[in-house]
């Protein structure tokens, strides 16, 4: 299998893979708070995997919101049942779903694969965010 050829991943290689995921999705503008928004659980779990045990956030720093287009509202427990259970991370963790009044230019075939987006923010960590940045620095330079 392909996948096999990445090996065994060190903490600092899931460490620099962070902040390269970081700084193709993160919140990068402003001076706030570390932000990052993203659709594929796989993504969400490694970037809340990378916060907890390479970067030592604590897991209750953490907070989640569920962002879905208005036509799935009636999904949302479906949705947040989803989201709770890819990232284990516990409902009162959750802030209120946000809910978009745009029409989708998609057009899924299948609409109950659909569950929005996860945004992830950590609270009181504007210096988290400015450490990031000077990290993504560091990749470049």
């Not at 620099?16 to 990052?36: D, H, M, P, S, V």
């Not at 990232?87 to 779903?97: G, M």
Request: with cysteine; hydrophobic share 35%.
């Amino acid at each position: 299998e392909v996948y096999l050829e990445v090996g065994k991943i060190s903490k600092r290689d899931l460490w620099i893979a962070g902040i390269a995921l970081y700084w193709a999705e993160g919140y990068k503008k402003g001076t706030g708070e570390f932000g990052f928004t993203n659709s594929d659980p796989q993504m969400v779990k490694f970037i809340l995997k990378w916060l907890i045990y390479t970067c030592n956030i604590p897991e209750d720093k953490i907070s989640l919101r569920i962002c879905i287009n208005s036509l799935h509202k009636y999904r949302i427990t479906e949705i947040s049942n989803f989201w709770l259970k890819t990232t284990q991370v516990p409902f009162a963790q959750f802030t209120k779903p946000t809910y978009i009044d745009v029409k989708n230019k998609k057009t899924y075939k299948n609409p109950s694969e659909y569950f929005g987006t996860i945004r992830i923010k950590v609270k009181k960590s504007t210096n988290f965010k400015r450490k990031i940045l000077g990290w993504i620095q560091g990749l470049y330079r």
